[in-house]
């Protein structure tokens, strides 16, 4: 019985984790995006670094192994040593239920820097499915739905 509820538990945070992830592709639109009006300004790339976009304000990894790490360290021992072996597996848990979700919801991404043609310079984080150089032409579009800036390739 207790497998059962462990792989259920398991099964609800990849499945509660899996619906955690938002798009911040420069190529990739929600379907609220679709069809709208976007502005686009042309400008150069001034640089580019490696950045990594993270989800933050989510308690699911830790809360999910907090959960897990209690009820696996409680069928040790017994007594004392089985509720002080909950409260450790409990905090070991939830630690490496928040590092397991880090490392499942973080996402590789470039910080792009444009002098847009008009002089000003614009920062944008977005997904590195698309990579830019320094000195390239790019377009930057800014949605009048949403406030969202994307760099696209010229």
Sequence with gaps: MRVVKLILAISL???LLGACTNNRSGRIY??????QVED???GMVESVELATIRKDGT??????GTILGGIAASTIGGGTGK??????????????????EQGVTDRNALK???RLDSGEKVVIIQEDDV???KGERVNVFSSRNNNTKRVSKF
């Design 112 to 114: 792009v820097v444009v």
């Design 40 to 42: 686009v300004e042309e």
């Design 131 to 133: 990579l830019f150089q």
């Design 13 to 15: 945070i990849t499945f």
């Design 30 to 35: 929600n379907e609220s995006d679709a069809l």
């Design 59 to 64: 308690i699911i990894g830790t809360a999910g």
């Design 83 to 100: 509720q002080l072996a909950a409260v450790g597996g409990a905090i070991i848990g939830g630690l490496l239920g928040h590092y397991f």
